[in-house]
């Protein structure tokens, strides 16, 4: 059974920054990607960021530049650094481990998910 557990989020200010952490156990990380979701109230969850067995990154258009998607293999841990957060940026933040080692963008080739972190952006 595979375990995702987040951690890391909490209230800052626009313009500060936040690196969340997603620890992972349950079967072998390095074989699979990893990826952030974001859900703020009353909108859908979308994709934040991708990282795949190999390293390479995918990010969403809003987010690029300013979050960095990063993992550890012998930690088990996928991190999501975030700078320069902006109030729009406020949302639950879920991490997702993928069916394979490809990044994929759509939440339905992630086979298992954390429980989420809240992050929320004041202005």
């Known amino acids: 059974q595979v375990q995702l557990v987040e951690s890391g989020g909490g209230l800052v200010q626009a313009g500060d920054s936040l690196r969340l952490s997603c620890a992972a156990s349950?079967?072998?990380?390095?074989?699979?990607?990893m990826g952030w979701f974001r859900q703020a109230p009353g909108k859908e969850r979308e994709f934040v960021a991708a990282?795949?067995?190999?390293?390479?990154?995918t990010y969403y258009a809003d987010v690029k530049g300013r979050f960095t998607i990063s993992r550890d293999n012998a930690k088990n841990t996928v991190y999501l650094q975030m700078n320069s957060l902006k109030p729009e940026d406020t949302a639950v933040y879920y991490c997702a481990q993928s069916g394979g080692g490809y990044s994929q963008t759509n939440e339905r080739d992630y086979r298992y998910w954390g429980q989420g972190t809240q992050v929320t952006v004041s202005s």
């Open positions: 349950g079967r072998t990380f390095n074989s699979y990607a």
């Open positions: 990282i795949s067995w190999s390293g390479g990154t």
